[in-house]
């Protein structure tokens, strides 16, 4: 049992880790997921990391760590503020024994649609710019989408096994989460997606260890739709870890993309292709209700 999962097996070993979904649908709004694409916007990711980059430091056992999920709890507020009518979106924080909390941004169902615990996860900075599109296209899904920011990955996935362990607890259906990050890096300035090596092109990256095959074979497709970048696999290195291996522990298909596992230099050109995969990933499995 991997010892970051001490205090968890009983809840973890009670849904096994299974790839229960055996087959992932054919994209059909590429129409729509193309037109939100276009309203990525570059500023507004580079003005996202300006503010959580000038925090002290984001440690989650500190003031400072508090401070910045209450910048992106904020930061959401007033995404969700020029949100379309009959555009229904919750917003609650996840608090855990420390004291930063997790955050988690919910497009509910379609009114008339079945409601169900069945949604889509995704997750981090990247997903500000995607969540803010989606918000402004007036995003309907058919299935709960949620947005997640959890707090300390640092201290061993801490947060995202909490917010897992209680969607196992609750018999939450997950069909399906994607984390978009880096975890390979030793700085944690550099713990966000979309490094380039230095003379390479970039790539959209999908790791192809401790995730679910299918669903990252479905994705590989998804981004070679809607990014420009070239699409590759890749193993993680020996001891590395992220927060989808949560949800994959917990039996949840969950899948990771990040760029290439090499060291480089942060660029926004290439941050806006992983946001199109987040756009298209909510869109082509949240369904748009009509």
Known sequence: MDPSLTGREDTFMATGSSEKQTKWPELRYQ???????QSLNMEEMEY??????SFFNRYYGSEHGVQSSRWIYDKL????????????????TFTHTFPQPSVIARFEPARGRTPNNRGIKIL??????????????GFKPE?????HWYAAEEGGLLGSQDVASEYVYQRKDVAAMI?????????????????????ADPNVTFITTDVDTLLTNWATTLATEYSSSPVVGAKLYPGADSDH???HRAGFPAIFATEDLKDGEFSFEHALEF????VGFAVELGGWAH
Do not use: C
């Open 48 to 53: 996202n990391l300006r503010n959580l980059t």
């Open 179 to 199: 984390q978009f990050a880096r975890v390979l890096v030793p700085s944690r300035e550099r713990d966000m997606t979309a490094y380039v090596p230095k003379g």
């Open 77 to 92: 507020i007033g995404i969700i503020a020029d949100a379309l009518p009959g555009v229904h979106i919750s917003l609650s």
């Open 124 to 137: 981090r900075i990247i997903i500000l710019e995607a969540f803010r599109a989606l918000v402004q296209a």
């Open 245 to 247: 291996m949560s949800w």
């Open 31 to 37: 129409t729509k997921v193309h037109q939100i694409i």
């Open 143 to 147: 299935l709960p989408v949620e947005f």
């Open 275 to 278: 946001a199109k995969v987040a």
